[in-house]
């Protein structure tokens, strides 16, 4: 199975931007569709962007559209959240997950075996 680890957390200002990582080990990471999930205070875990095991489909939630950006980079086993013009509603604890390739693109956390231990994204207003 594959392992998640994610990075690059942090207090930002509103408008700021933020880079998350998610290093995956263990298993070949392209084997895997890819997912970022958040979650606020008292909050559902929520789909954020997700890509395809090659990165070439992307897929967004409507929140989030024209402003982050999902990538992956498998050669380096990383998938990458570019977060810009961050809002005060965009705090959340932000978490990596994974899927087999072969299923289903799922946009529910249900539909995701494999996730990472989140990284604090806090926006001050």
């Known amino acids: 199975q594959v392992q998640l680890v994610e990075s690059g957390g942090g207090l930002v200002q509103a408008g700021g931007s933020l880079r998350l990582s998610c290093e995956a080990t263990g298993r070949t990471f392209s084997r895997y569709a890819m997912a970022w999930f958040r979650q606020a205070p008292g909050k559902e875990r929520e789909f954020v962007a997700g890509?395809?095991?090659?990165?070439?489909?992307?897929y967004y939630a409507d929140s989030v559209k024209g402003r982050f950006t999902v990538s992956r980079d498998n050669a380096k086993n990383t998938a990458y959240l570019q977060m810009n013009s961050l809002k005060p509603e965009d705090t959340a604890v932000y978490y990596c997950?994974?899927?087999?390739?072969?299923?289903?693109?799922?946009?529910?956390?249900?539909?995701?075996?494999?996730w990472g231990q989140g990284t604090q994204v806090t926006v001050s207003s």
């Open positions: 890509a395809s095991w090659s990165g070439v489909q992307t």
């Open positions: 997950a994974a899927q087999l390739a072969s299923e289903t693109y799922a946009y529910t956390s249900q539909g995701y075996p494999y």
